[in-house]
């Protein structure tokens, strides 16, 4: 194998990853609570893939309510290295067309918590941990994901600028005008706090949206209709399954560290005597490497 565990989260309109080949569907828990449903495991062209659909089967979970927490956990258990999300995104800019994929280099995080909590960080609870979040896509992993989605037919902006905003209402037109003179280019609810949670499990984290509507910037008269939303997403996601072939098909043969892999080397600020034994245990995926009384897989 050549180290490579891709995770996929599926957001709205991706709800299986399509045909992996010895596919498992898993129950895994996780002690920040419920995931959003089983991971699917399988390989594609030899490669790991686990998926997870975000909002769950039959999407009956809002932004707010996604426990992103246990989503990462759940895949950093299962021994995903890299994670790509796949998203449903609304435009800020006319170049940005419904249809087309956009693989997101930067995020501007509007979400506020909401009523099903959001929580932001696996640390702070008797481990306090500040990782660096200035680059929140890893870029190898967004340019691999770019390039499957042109091979999947896809036509692809590289670089965007992604704000997530709490929901679950869309954006009044007053916000959207704001988004855009803040340079944001398109606008989703869920990239944030996923990407920061992938930083601090040590995972690469990419995010490839699929534009669905221009938001209410555009036209004075309009809105912006989930109906519309959904006729989209069902055009793309297939395209989005094959981005996934693509994706497996060209990757490197062997798997070489990033930087990311580590990151947490040198963000725990909290001295090893000050752990709490109770927030370590909770880390047993998150930060297996650093906590010590857990086996290493070399162990
Ligand atoms: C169905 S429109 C709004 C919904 O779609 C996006 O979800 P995801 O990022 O999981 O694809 C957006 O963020 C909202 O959650
Ligand atoms: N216009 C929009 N605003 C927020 N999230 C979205 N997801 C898809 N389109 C969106």
Same mark, same amino acid.
């Given at each position: !194998? ?35 449903? /089983?991971?699917?495991?399988? #390989? ?18 809002? /932004? ?18 890299? &994670? ?6 609304g435009s800020?800019?006319e170049?940005?067309a419904p ?20 929580? %932001? ?6 481990? &306090? ?6 680059? *929140? ?15 999947? =037919?896809?036509? &692809?902006? %590289? ?28 606008? =989703? !609810?869920?990239?944030? *706090? ?15 949206? !699929?534009? #669905?509507d221009y938001d209410c910037w555009r036209d004075?008269?309009e ?8 006729? &989209? !997403? ?18 490197? *043969?062997? %798997?070489?560290?990033? /930087?990311?892999? #580590? ?6 600020? #909290? *001295? ?15 930060? %297996? ?11």
């Amino acid at each position: !194998m050549s180290g490579w565990h891709i995770g996929v989260i599926g957001g709205s309109g991706l709800y299986d990853p399509g045909a992996l080949d010895d596919a498992q569907e898993i129950a895994v828990e996780s002690p920040f609570g419920q995931p959003s449903g /089983p991971i699917t495991t399988g #390989t594609l062209g030899g490669v790991k893939f686990t998926f997870i659909a975000r909002h769950g089967a039959g999407h009956v979970l809002s /932004p707010s309510h996604v426990n992103f927490r246990a989503n990462i956990d759940v895949l950093k258990r299962a021994g995903v290295t890299d &994670v790509l999300a796949i998203s449903a995104i609304g435009s800020l800019r006319e170049e940005m067309a419904p249809g087309s994929f956009v693989a997101v280099d930067q995020l501007i995080d509007r979400t506020v918590g909401g009523s099903g909590g959001r929580e %932001r960080s696996f640390f702070g609870d008797g481990i &306090v941990a500040h990782v660096p979040l200035a680059d *929140p896509v890893c870029p190898r992993l967004s340019d691999l994901a770019a390039a499957a989605a042109e091979k999947a =037919g896809a036509t &692809v902006h %590289r670089g965007g600028t992604y704000v997530a905003i709490e929901g679950p209402q869309f954006s009044t037109r007053a916000e959207s005008h704001l988004y855009r003179q803040w340079g944001a280019d398109v606008i =989703g !609810m869920t990239a944030m *706090p996923e990407a920061r949670l992938a930083r601090e499990a040590e995972l690469p984290y990419a995010l490839v949206g !699929m534009v #669905t509507d221009y938001d209410c910037w555009r036209d004075a008269a309009e809105d912006v209709d989930v109906a519309d939303i959904v006729r &989209v !997403m069902g055009e793309n996601a297939d395209k989005a399954r094959a981005l996934l072939t693509e994706l497996a098909a060209a990757l490197p *043969p062997e %798997r070489t560290a990033s /930087p990311i892999d #580590t990151v947490l080397d040198t963000a725990i600020i #909290t *001295p090893r005597e000050k752990w709490s034994t109770e927030a370590a245990l909770k880390l047993d995926a998150v930060a %297996r490497r650093l906590v010590d009384f857990f086996p290493k897989a070399k162990d």
